[in-house]
């Protein structure tokens, strides 16, 4: 199992190196320069990137899936322990690092989710990317994403899945600046990789503290020292492990990076938003769980977050425009979800809804660059009737809102079911307190009506009513024509159908376990907020009908102005310092050296009047010189 689960990692890792090497070939090897994206030289680059991305990231997904496979089929149930190895031990000269792999069903699991959207992002990417001068850098990076990813969900050290856990920050970086010509682009390529760095310096600290406490970094070593730990020990380690799942998964306060990360291409959203950065947050929660229910307070602390996380990220959804941000406020709700579910000690649930929720977002997500690419613009005020045009697209979106919404019999109606079951059997028993487990509860139901209304907004705007017409272009027409829509290429268009069927049917295998009073509360809380806003859609087609929050739609707009506050508390008195620091280097530091070197030059200049090999000005001083020793002794001998 090992040796699978290293080759697993190893070859989208191997892609990524052969795909970046390969770019510094001569010219006449990799085809034209990026300069002529148009010619055959390099559509052949671009086709030996593809086969060098999709081939490795393929055979990944099926040895992924046989590991799955032969890990539920030795344990049962897919969650005792599995194979373990230990290639070296690095000596530190205190806590050692143990360089090794951990298979068991929690990896395995997460594992196949990461390899099938992985592999579904490079298929779809190579029609939505077409043509694109860097098309090759960017495969080789989704490459180096997947294999980071894998080294987390595999990891057998801390320290190990911490150097997967920063080379996907590194990722991030560069898939969401991939256009970053445009300033706005590389903004939030830097956004995203400095908040999720603020979160990462707590994380590495909670390592720290865990790693010292057991002796070991070794996750099982760590889990086993857990009921040796004292209470203050484990609160301020997963309090400080906190700060990293939240910058990684997008959680309240370091949530601000995620909206703006949809700025890269509409297929790193659905990689980034599905299966590796805001995943590996819950996952490690998840890894680590012995150590976050031996720490109360913490458990607490993530409820709360949870609770606001999850229906302020669903309240900023339903008053957005731009169809991309709508998903990544839904990411991290759904994501608070999650969260909620693992304060309420609902692990098995979290994890469920974290494998439905890669496939019906990486479905949404992937649905959503369809539309983009027929309509040319992300902006759902731009769409409307394109059910007609994009029928395959509209049937598999459907799939992934109705997923989304929690309806039957789409995977999240079993996933979701057992979150709030496990939330409201808090109430009574679990590791919350009171007063946190209610606020969670009574969140949770409220997110569920509007997450129903966000999804059910998204569904009319985007494929019914009637398409905003273009401007009129000449004086007396009625209108301009509006450019029919039609289907995207083979490659884009099969991993949506591919993606349709877990999205739809991976809840069966949970069917057993349906709570069916929870389950009827959920759908009706779910339909009353799509019959809203389907009530307030109807009355009126052409308009938003996000207008029914009244005057909380532009707080909700603005996901209640938290970028103002930081840029308020934070970015402007930082920038300030910063201009302070540099006109002191300017007029201070720089300034006392050039100050000095113009008194050297002056006193030079000084000392060059009389060194200047003018023998009888020499001749001259030497005289004077005697005459003024000879007058001096006159007078004072």
């Known amino acids: ?130 043509g694109d001068r860097r098309y090759p850098s960017y495969s080789s990076f989704i490459s180096l994403f997947t294999s980071a990813m894998l080294l987390v969900v595999y990891a057998a050290d801390l320290l190990v899945l911490y150097v997967g856990w920063e080379i996907m920050g590194l990722c991030s970086y560069l898939l969401v600046g991939h256009w970053w010509e445009e300033r706005a682009n590389s903004r939030a390529a830097i956004k995203a990789f400095l908040v999720t760095r603020i979160g990462d310096v707590g994380f590495l600290f909670g390592i720290f503290v865990l790693g010292t406490a057991a002796g070991s970094f070794r996750i099982a070593d760590v889990i086993a020292g857990v009921p040796e730990m004292s209470s203050g020990t484990l609160i301020a380690a997963t309090m400080l492990l906190l700060a990293g799942v939240a910058g990684k998964s997008a959680q309240v306060p370091l949530h601000v990076w995620l909206p703006d990360a949809m700025a890269g291409p509409t297929p790193i959203s659905a990689l980034i938003h599905a299966a590796t950065m805001v995943a590996a947050g819950i996952f490690v929660v998840a890894r680590l769980y012995p150590a976050f229910l031996g720490a109360r307070p913490t458990l607490d602390v993530l409820a709360v977050l949870a609770a606001l996380g999850m229906l302020g990220a669903a309240l900023a959804a339903l008053a957005q425009d731009d169809l991309k941000r709508v998903l990544a406020y839904s990411t991290i709700s759904q994501l608070a979800y999650m ?19 890669g496939a019906f977002k990486a479905l949404l997500f992937l649905c959503a660059g369809a539309v983009i690419h027929a309509v040319g613009s992300n902006l759902m005020s731009t769409m409307g009737g394109l059910r007609r045009g994009l029928p395959v697209t509209f049937a598999a979106m459907t799939i992934g809102f109705a997923a989304l919404m929690g309806l039957p019999p789409a995977s999240g109606f079993f996933s979701k079911d057992e979150m709030l079951t496990g939330i409201e059997h808090s109430l009574s028993a679990g590791p919350l307190t009171d007063a946190a487990a209610l606020l969670l509860y009574g969140c949770a139901l409220a997110t569920i009506a509007v997450t129903g209304a ?105 996901a209640f102005y938290v970028d103002s506050v930081y840029t308020g508390l934070l970015v402007r008195p930082v920038l300030l310092l910063a201009r302070l620091v540099v006109r002191t280097d300017n007029r201070v530091v720089d300034g006392t050296v050039r100050g000095s070197g113009r008194t050297t030059l002056r006193l030079a200049g000084l000392v060059r009047l009389v060194q200047n090999g003018n023998a009888q000005l020499y001749v001259t001083g030497l005289l004077a010189g005697v005459l003024l020793i000879a007058a001096g002794a006159v007078i004072f001998g």
């Not at 006449?28 to 010619?39: E, I, K, W």
């Not at 969260?339 to 929720?357: K, M």
């Not at 009355?539 to 929050?549: F, Y």
Request: proline share 6%.
């Open 1 to 130: 199992m090992i040796t699978v689960a290293s080759l697993v990692i190893l070859l989208p890792f191997l892609a990524a190196a052969t795909g970046l090497l390969g770019s510094r070939l001569p010219r006449g090897l990799r085809g034209a320069t990026s300069r002529n994206p148009g010619t055959d030289l390099n559509a052949g680059a671009d086709r030996r990137a593809a086969w060098i991305a999709v081939l490795p990231t393929a055979i990944s997904t099926v040895l992924a899936i046989w590991l799955a496979y032969a890990t539920w089929a030795a344990t049962g149930q897919g969650a005792a322990d599995g194979g373990t190895a230990t290639f070296t031990v690095i000596e530190t000269g205190s806590v050692p690092i143990s360089v090794g792999l951990l298979v068991d069903g929690l990896a395995a699991s997460i594992a196949v989710l990461v390899t099938v959207v992985a592999l579904a992002v490079q298929v779809y990417s190579i029609g939505y990317l077409r």
């Open 339 to 357: 969260a909620g579910a693992l304060a309420a000690g609902s692990r098995d649930a979290a994890i469920f809804h974290l494998i439905t929720h």
């Open 454 to 558: 966000y999804a059910t907004r998204a569904w009319l705007r985007t494929f019914f009513g009637q398409r905003a017409s273009r401007p009129e272009p000449v004086a007396g027409e009625a209108h301009a024509a509006v450019p029919a829509v039609h289907e995207v290429p083979a490659s884009m268009h099969w991993p949506i159908v591919v993606l349709a069927v877990p999205a739809l049917l991976l809840g069966f295998a949970r069917i057993g376990d349906v709570h069916w009073g929870t389950a009827a509360l959920s759908l009706t809380v779910a339909l009353l907020g799509a019959g809203a806003v389907y009530a307030v859609w109807r009355s009126a087609p052409q308009t938003d009908p996000a207008r029914m929050l009244g005057p909380f739609r532009v707080p909700c707009e603005r």
